[in-house]
């Protein structure tokens, strides 16, 4: 199958099937590879890559695109407090805050609706789907349609790089980069990978580490995906943010965010969101992405539990430099090398953390 962005879809076949499925037990619904690039998704990217492809961005849109666990929540809740509740005073602040910035490529992690099939009532997407798009199918791409229809201005999440969405994308609306270095990427993401039920890691850390290495996690290639970035940071429209710069000095990176979005805030209201979205405010808030929900009297098992009580849920450390307590000399060699043939020639530094 070719999609629109020209990539061919590949489905994972074999050895590396069976190896993926057996570290991965989330992954029972298979994986597929999108060429080139290498892009690994789930099978039901399918049903949404062209519509994505084709989306039609408003000039209006803010789009935070990031690899997974760079500071997307982090960056998407500042974001949206900016441009919606500078005071901190708006009723919808406490919904999960992918109700309020939809995930346009959710649908690819979302069960499989039949046409006319709708999720539980109480489903806090449905939720958010009902009040946007009362009479569209939820079958149709729940998050995609939700996006599609939200209230502008649309504050939009995706982790796809740019050769997966419009090419028109940069010329018509403000997009958001945030990157961070790979050794806290990859303790971050070993943790959520664990966490969450929808991957289910079950091997060790070395082999996560490998996983990364090859460009093997769900997602594909973290060097690709920010050299096509990289490659744009000189767009008007492309504002870098790097996830240590913004834990050194929220209230000067927040300032930049002020200037390339227009938001004309306070000096009040700027500090304001440095405290409501530090780590510490954000944690007991827990308006995440993903937790564990009631739902029609039963609890929906997002997250393992037993990682929760042992390593801690979404918002884990919220820290630089956490890799120095995982990562063997060994590792960090591996990294780094992986670094110098993929990401150094383009002139970019990582920050590693104290
Ligand atoms: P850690 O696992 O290192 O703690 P994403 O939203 O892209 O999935 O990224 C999640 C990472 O951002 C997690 O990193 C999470 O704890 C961290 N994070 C979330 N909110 C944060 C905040 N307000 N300040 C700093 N880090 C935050």
Known sequence: MKLQS?????PLEGSEKEKQLKDFPGYAGGLIRLMPGRWLLTPMFQTVADRIYNFQHKKSDVVVMTWPKCGTTWTQEIVWTMMNSPDLDHPDSRLPILTRS??????????????GEVPPSDDPFYVAFKKVCPNKDPADGMHLQLTKHFPDPRLIKTHLPFSL????????????????NPKDIIVSFHHHSRL?????????????????LDDDLIYGPYWLHLKEAWERRNHKNLHFIFYEDLKANPLGEIKKLDAFLNTELTDAQLDGIVKYTSFKEMRARNNAPIFNYEQEGVTVEVLNDEVVKKDGGFFRKGESGDWKNKFTPEMDAKVNQWVQKNLNNLGLEFKYGI
């Open 165 to 180: 969405m419009s090419p028109s994308l940069l010329d018509t609306c403000k997009v958001i980069y945030v990157a961070r």
């Open 196 to 212: 969450m039920k929808l991957h289910n890691y079950v091997g060790s850390f070395a082999d996560f580490v490998q996983y990364f």
């Open 6 to 10: 020209g990539h061919e879809v590949v």
């Open 102 to 115: 939809p995930f346009i490529e959710n649908d690819t992690f979302a069960p499989a609706l039949k046409p």
